[in-house]
């Protein structure tokens, strides 16, 4: 699985948005991009994925650069009950293979009232 | 359509008892996941099966650790003679296909394990 750098921590403001950004520039073709985030001591929760073009969901948007060597989770209004640490994983297209999410440190996203 | 469940959420076991975790994947889903978590620590992969079969147990402790998912009934994690060090919690996910690609992963809530 490429490897992704993230920021360990960011801090925004309750109503504004949060951008949360992912570096994995070691990515190949064919690897999709997934976000969770996990709420202090609850289990993960999925967010979105993408391979190459601009995802949008009811819960964020996932924006992939052209060359896809990065991407930004965006929360359009970040609530209080967004503060998590988030997870940028990418993952292998292995049809038949043993795969599995590989979480690393993720960015831990502080909303202030 | 239930989410993944677990139970129990939290258990206690003395040490050298058997800890026995539960998972319940999503409706429609025969892939299934387990992590661990130990307190301030990160999310770490332990095994990954489909119906009746271990897929790949790279991240299972060699010894006193053993998983299941039977062709009827929710997946069990089976800890024997619990230590100390296996007080953490417990996370299962489930998915409709291998994860990966454009299938993702649900989890559920955790068990937490305590051992004293």
């Known amino acids: 699985d490429a490897k992704t750098t993230q920021p360990p921590s960011m801090d925004c403001a309750e109503g504004r948005a949060a951008n949360l950004p992912c570096n994995h520039s070691?990515?190949?073709?064919?690897?999709?991009v997934y976000w969770y985030r996990q709420i202090h001591s609850q289990g993960p929760q999925y967010i979105i994925h993408?391979?190459?073009n601009n995802e949008t969901n009811e819960m964020a948007s996932l924006i992939i650069t052209e060359d896809r060597k990065s991407s930004t989770l965006i929360l359009p209004h970040a609530t209080l009950r967004d503060t998590a640490v988030y997870y940028c994983?990418?993952?292998?297209?292995?049809?038949?293979?043993?795969?599995?999410?590989?979480f690393g440190s993720g960015t831990q996203l502080t909303v202030l009232p | 359509n239930a989410g993944v469940m677990q139970n129990p959420r939290h258990l206690v076991r003395r040490r050298g008892q058997e800890a026995r975790l539960r998972c319940s994947p999503m409706?429609?889903?025969?892939?299934v996941y387990w992590y661990r978590q130990l307190p301030e620590e990160g999310l770490k992969f332990m095994v990954y099966l489909q119906k009746e079969n271990i897929i790949d147990e790279s991240g299972m402790p060699k010894e006193r650790f053993s998983a299941e998912f039977p062709k009827e009934g929710p997946s069990i994690l089976r800890i024997q003679q619990v230590v100390r060090g296996d007080s953490a919690a417990y996370f299962c996910?489930?998915?409709?296909?291998?994860?990966?690609?454009?299938?993702?992963?649900?989890f559920g809530q955790g068990t937490r394990l305590t051992v004293v």
């Open positions: 994983i990418v993952l292998l297209i292995s049809s038949g293979s043993a795969r599995q999410l590989t």
């Open positions: 993408g391979l190459k």
């Open positions: 996910a489930s998915s409709l296909l291998p994860v990966g690609g454009d299938t993702e992963a649900f």
């Open positions: 070691t990515i190949s073709g064919n690897e999709y």
């Open positions: 409706k429609g889903h025969s892939h």
